[in-house]
């Protein structure tokens, strides 16, 4: 491997040399310097590579989140996703260009083609069913294309968690807990969607009679659902 990469580092030679030359006007190009080796590393190592989704946390860098677009010969290009609670995994449009150095000197860390995450939900006295609240959870999961790992079941003060661990696809990953909540607390019934508008042509009683309601043409009405307090978005 080190024979490999000393061919590399021949390669960018005369790069090398003109900035080392440099270095007695200026000593600002030992920036670049670093960014060229780092570059080297980075190909050789193969664990950076287009495609590949990181995570870079590093001083003055703060923390970027993003697929990898191009590796270039001082800076990699990245599309930065959401993170945290804010756009989750989604794509913010935003191209981030990281100083190839820092992708050796700062803690990255590199999504595979799946990730692990979690939904939980949060149930309040009186308790349903117990065992309704697992299956809900996990017939939520399953439901949106999921792979299930484990629905746990704990009491904490006055409330019942449900935790419900699950796998998917890096690339597919977007605010799929909220979804999965969502869905849960209609099937638990903790919650239910509105009904649907009357369509046209419904027979009312007016007045002692039977009369054509002239009611505008209107499509089923959208699954609307108030999520309760106790499992409104926290901020952990």
Do not use: C
Request: aromatic residues 6%.
């Amino acid at each position: 491997m080190l024979k490999h990469m000393s061919g590399e580092i021949l390669d960018y030679w005369p790069i090398f040399s003109i900035l080392f030359s440099s270095m007695g006007i200026s000593f600002v190009f030992k920036d670049y310097i670093a960014d060229l080796l780092a570059t080297v590393v980075i190909k050789k190592t193969k664990d950076i590579k287009p495609g590949t989704r990181i995570k870079v946390t590093g001083a003055g860098l703060g923390t970027t989140k993003g697929d990898v677009m191009d590796i270039g010969i001082l800076r990699t290009t990245v599309m930065e996703v959401g993170d945290g609670e804010r756009l989750p995994s989604v794509r913010t449009g935003r191209l981030i260009k990281v100083p190839n150095y820092m992708l050796i000197n700062n803690p990255v860390m590199i999504y595979g083609d799946t990730i692990i995450d979690e939904a939980v939900a949060y149930v309040p006295r009186p308790y349903p069913d117990t065992q309704l609240l697992i299956d809900s959870m996990k017939d939520a999961i399953v439901g949106n294309g999921h792979g299930l790992i484990e629905v746990g079941l704990y009491q904490k003060d006055d409330r019942l968690i449900i935790h419900g661990v699950f796998e998917v696809k890096t690339s597919e990953m977007g605010d799929e807990r909220s979804k999965i909540l969502k869905d849960f607390l209609i099937k638990s019934r903790q919650i239910s969607p509105v009904a649907e508008a009357p369509k046209v042509g419904t027979q009312v009683a007016e007045a002692g009679t039977m009369q054509e309601a002239a009611k505008p043409a209107a499509a089923a009405a959208a699954e609307k659902v108030v999520i309760p307090l106790a499992n409104a978005e926290r901020d952990d």
